[in-house]
């Protein structure tokens, strides 16, 4: 089972910024899409971003503009930068590979206003 590690979370002011790095333990991460979802208190989880192997991305339209999804395959890891941050951004965020199921423990995000 290909263990994923988050990092890089914690408090920022409204308009900062913070960059989430998940690293994988196998080199399959190489392979498949890596996703970043986020979980706000009450709510469900969401698909932030995605990039597949070779690099398209997908981003949820709430963040388009303002984060930017990218990997490393020589270090399987996976980079979220966000600018910009926003109250409503405030979420614990996992990093994920959906086609296989494996999610990292989650990083906490609190972004104050």
């Known amino acids: 089972q290909v263990q994923l590690v988050e990092s890089g979370g914690g408090l920022v002011q409204a308009g900062g910024s913070l960059r989430l790095s998940c690293a994988a333990s196998?080199?399959?991460?190489?392979?498949?899409?890596m996703g970043w979802y986020r979980q706000a208190p009450g709510k469900q989880r969401e698909l932030v971003a995605q990039?597949?192997?070779?690099?398209?991305?997908v981003y949820a339209d709430s963040v388009r503009g303002r984060f930017t999804i990218s990997r490393d395959n020589a270090k399987s890891t996976v980079y979220l930068h966000m600018n910009t941050l926003k109250a409503e951004d405030k979420a614990v965020y996992y990093c994920?590979?959906?086609?296989?199921?494996?999610w990292g423990q989650g990083t906490q995000v609190t972004v104050s206003s």
């Open positions: 196998e080199i399959i991460f190489n392979f498949y899409v």
């Open positions: 990039i597949t192997s070779g690099g398209t991305t």
């Open positions: 994920a590979m959906p086609t296989h199921n494996y």
